[in-house]
Structure formats: C-alpha cells, structure tokens
Antibody, heavy 123, light 107 residues
C-alpha cells in the first residue's frame, strides 16, 4: 500500500540544523510532486515546501525561505528537508505528503500523509 | 496569499445528527479545495478534493459543495469516529494555505 515514513526529528538548539527524511513506498515516487507540511503543538497546518517530480521546481513558504531546503532522490524513493538556522517557532510535527502527479493536471491535493516527525527547537 | 477562514471554530453535535462546516477563501479558488480530517496524534486524512469529490474509501456520509469563495463540508448522521478536527485547504495558487480548522465535538 502507499506509505510515507518520516524520520530525523529530534531536539536541537536555536541556530542549529536538522535533516528530515521521508521514505516512500507503494507507488512510483518519481512520478509525483511532494510537499512538506508542519503543525506546531496545538496549532493548525502550515504548508512549507514543495518539489516537482524531477526536482526542477521548488516552492517555499516565506516562513522558511532561505533557511530550509527541500530535495529528493528518486532512485532511493526519498524526500528530504534540510533545516538550518532553526528557531523556536520551527518547533512542530513535520509531515511529508504526496502532492500532484506529473501527468495529471490539477491533482494538487495532499494524499497520503506520513505519520510525522517531531522537531523541537529549544535552548 | 489566499486566506482560508473556517467557521465555526468548534461545533458541538449529537451522534446521529448532521454537521455543516464552512470554509471561505479570501479570493476565488474555483473548485480547487480539499478537506482533511485529523484525529488526535494522527496525520490528516484526505476526505474531499475538487470541492465535492470524495477520496477513495471515504463514506457517502461525507459530502462537499461550493465553488469560488464559499465551501461547505457536510457530515450526515454523525458517528463516534467522525468527531475530529477538519481542515480545508486551497490548491489554486501558491502558497498552498489551510483554514485554521473546525473541531467537531460530541454534544
């Protein structure tokens, strides 16, 4: 079945770095766009980063632009999020989600989502 | 940026009754709207896309409607497993944005 599994979360001090991974299975990873979405404790959902199937196109939320970098390795069916210059307000559960399909225009919703990985930024 | 506003923030409904959740976009998004359900400690689950199309495996008790700026998610005959937080999300333009959520609780 289609599955996404995030890893790499943990505790880090402000200004530190962390790299999240998302392992995909059950579908042709290289055919799909992917996104990262986060949820601060007790708060709502915030989309933060997107990458096209080939990696040629990336979009970021203003809140993470210049600090976070999304990447992917289609040979390894994996998505990554490099997070630098972390701040307390980056504390959240980070979800990866399957996004659009390279051949299906308009299929731009998030389905499915991984279970999430918690990132805590605190001194 | 398109701002998505959900109402009410909390909705108290008795099991077996109908729940109606609203979502408003600050600018027209055509029908590029999805609804998600999130239970405590779980990832969100896609319910509806294209404003009114149920995702695979979603029961017919869930229905979506609307276009442009006004959207509705209706859950008929609420079951115990339906009590959760619901989010709308627009995918008409970047950045993708979510509503703040509606918590559906048992009355």
């Amino acid at each position: 079945q289609v599955q996404l599994v995030e890893s790499g979360g943990g505790s880090v001090k402000p200004g530190g770095s962390l790299r999240l991974s998302c392992a995909a299975s059950g579908f042709t990873f290289g055919d799909y766009y992917m996104s990262w979405i986060r949820q601060a404790p007790g708060k709502g959902l915030e989309w933060i980063a997107y990458m096209s199937h080939s990696g040629s196109t990336k979009y970021y939320a203003d809140s993470v632009k210049g600090r976070f970098t999304i990447s992917r390795d289609n040979a390894k069916n994996s998505l990554y999020l490099q997070m630098n210059s972390l701040r307390a307000e980056d504390t959240a559960v980070y979800f990866c989600a399957r996004d659009g399909h390279k051949l299906v225009a308009g299929r731009d919703w998030f389905d499915p989502w991984g279970q999430g990985t918690l990132v805590t930024v605190s001194s | 940026e398109i701002v998505m506003t959900q109402s009410p923030a909390t909705l108290s409904v008795s099991p077996g009754e109908r729940a109606t959740l609203s979502c408003r976009a600050s600018h027209s998004i055509s029908n590029n709207l999805a609804w998600y359900q999130q239970k405590p400690g779980q990832a969100p689950r896609l319910l509806i896309y294209g404003a009114s199309t149920r995702a695979t495996g979603i029961p017919a008790t869930f229905s979506g409607s609307g276009s442009g700026t006004e959207f509705t998610l209706t859950i008929s005959s609420l079951q115990s497993e339906d009590f959760a937080v619901y989010y709308c999300q627009q995918y008409n333009q970047w950045p993708r944005t979510f509503g703040q959520g509606t918590k559906l609780e048992i009355k």
